[in-house]
């Protein structure tokens, strides 16, 4: 039987490292944490050779592989967040992991209360491992994707602020992208603010201008061409 939600270990990767134990925090030092985030990033069970290498890659194989061993000390006997799968080790089942219910909301993100919070949410903040920055730039563009999906969820569903909220949370991730700004002007236009979507098309209009030295492209164009002259 799995134990209750509350006394499940809890690790949290989205907006900072943090690991509770029956809701209580605690303390993890620098090596134990990274060993934590790389089983949870990665999932399946990974080989301690290449645990290592990835942990402590300045360093030669004898000496991470050490490192490793005195990291798993440190977790202590018995422990439910780590399983050793013959010579691998994965992240125990019991662990519940915030990033991997976010990724759940990428696929749907109207089936969680709590989706807009893990989409808005940024993964490790200020870790420069490249294991980290490659699961980073991937949730950056899911999230995006997954933010547009909720809010024309909301929209259909007859809640046009939280459909706002949505889009403006992708524009905030990623400015330049053009998709979440074209919501934005069709929630605009649906509620009868013309204005508004004018202001929100010159503003994403200047900025790409700006920054990349192009135009908009005709599909947010055309939405706007009943209200501007020769906008482009």
Not at 53 to 69: I, N, Q, S
Not at 71 to 97: F, I, M, N
Not at 158 to 166: I, R
Request: glycine share 6%; net charge neutral; aromatic share 6%.
């Amino acid at each position: 039987m799995a134990p209750p939600d509350s006394a499940r270990p809890h690790l949290q990767l989205l907006d900072g490292f943090r690991l509770e134990l029956g809701r209580e925090p605690v303390h993890v030092v620098p090596g134990v944490q990274r060993l934590l985030a790389l089983l949870a990033l990665h999932r399946a069970p990974m080989p301690r050779g290449v645990a290592a290498g990835l942990l402590w890659p300045d360093t030669t194989a004898r000496r991470a592989a050490a490192c490793l061993r005195s990291s798993l000390w440190r977790l202590g006997k018995p422990t439910t967040l780590v399983a050793v799968v013959e010579d691998a080790l994965t992240l125990g089942t019991e662990v519940d992991v915030d990033f991997h219910r976010a990724c759940a909301c990428t696929t749907d993100p109207g089936a969680s209360p709590d989706a807009f919070t893990l989409l808005t949410a940024d993964l490790l903040p200020g870790w420069q491992q490249p294991w980290v920055q490659e699961e980073r730039d991937w949730w950056r563009q899911a999230r995006l994707r997954a933010l547009e999906v909720l809010s024309e969820q909301f929209r259909s569903g007859g809640d046009p602020h939280h459909a706002h909220q949505a889009a403006l949370a992708a524009v905030r991730t990623d400015p330049l992208r053009e998709s979440a700004h074209r919501t934005l002007v069709q929630l605009h236009l649906a509620e009868g603010n013309p204005a508004q979507a004018v202001r929100q098309y010159q503003s994403y209009r200047a900025l790409l201008r700006t920054e990349l030295g192009l135009e908009p492209s005709p599909h947010i164009h055309d939405l706007m061409r009943p209200l501007l002259r020769d906008a482009r």
